[in-house]
């Protein structure tokens, strides 16, 4: 089936630093998405990506949080600075239409900040 | 608050048995529930999926009962097998045009067959 691709698999940054996350969503799909999950619990929601615009975000999209997708290349989640607390995977996901479509997910980034 | 409950935490079964995994919600507006699998090292994917105009959703061994008055619906597995093993997240959203894109997710239920 489509897949999303996410780069890298494990990240470990120094606390303060900057990172970059970056997300090959499935072809010809419209809506992106980056999702944060915490040792193996419930997939929390950061942001909804549309048409080059933020949508929609949640409290855990902080200042620090940013998203892109400059044309034709990766959907990109930078954090500056890292915090210890932003250490989770971090899935992407896409769809090809809103809300009540099948989301695809990738197989996340795990970041650990220390 | 929690938008989305799930139970069991965890869930146990003899392969052959069928396996219920309950989920409730508490926003009376959300119109889609999908029901995603996750393995270990992986992204959760579409197991299946219901609308809330419907009380039954089937596809081959796995069924949805949705309870629209209740705000409750369960995942039936049935004639659980081994690769079944796996995290079962229950998902509320919206449709189009009535609200936002956001999945909600309960915390999940992690199901395994008694080897």
């Known amino acids: 089936g489509p897949k999303v691709l996410q780069i890298p698999s494990h990240q470990i940054i120094d606390m303060g630093q900057m990172v970059t996350l970056n997300c090959d969503p499935v072809?010809?799909?419209?809506?992106f998405y980056w999702y944060k999950q915490i040792l193996g619990q419930q997939m929390e929601f950061l942001v909804n990506?549309?048409?080059?615009?933020?949508?929609?975000k949640s409290k855990l999209f902080k200042d620090q949080f940013s998203v892109e997708r400059p044309d034709g290349s990766y959907f990109t989640l930078k954090i500056q600075p890292t915090a210890l607390e932003d250490s989770a995977v971090y899935f992407c996901a896409s769809s090809p239409s809103g809300a009540g479509t099948e989301v695809f997910f990738g197989k996340g980034t795990r970041l650990t900040v220390v | 608050q929690q938008q989305v409950r799930q139970s069991p935490q965890s869930l146990t079964v003899w392969e052959g048995e069928t396996a219920i995994l309950n989920c409730s919600y508490e926003?009376?507006?959300?119109?889609?529930f999908p029901w995603y699998q996750q393995f270990p090292g992986e992204g959760p994917a579409l197991l299946i999926s219901?609308?809330?105009?419907?009380d039954k959703k089937e596809d081959g061994r796995f069924t949805i009962f949705f309870n629209k008055r209740e705000k409750k619906l369960s995942l039936h597995i049935a004639d659980s097998q081994p690769g079944d093993s796996a995290t079962y997240f229950c998902?509320?959203?919206?449709?189009?045009?009535?609200?936002?894109?956001?999945?909600?997710f309960g915390k999940g239920t992690k199901f395994s067959l008694i080897p």
């Open positions: 072809s010809n799909h419209l809506y």
């Open positions: 219901i609308l809330s105009v419907s």
């Open positions: 926003n009376s507006a959300f119109d889609y």
């Open positions: 990506f549309y048409n080059g615009k933020v949508m929609e």
């Open positions: 998902a509320a959203s919206f449709l189009p045009g009535t609200g936002s894109n956001r999945l909600t």
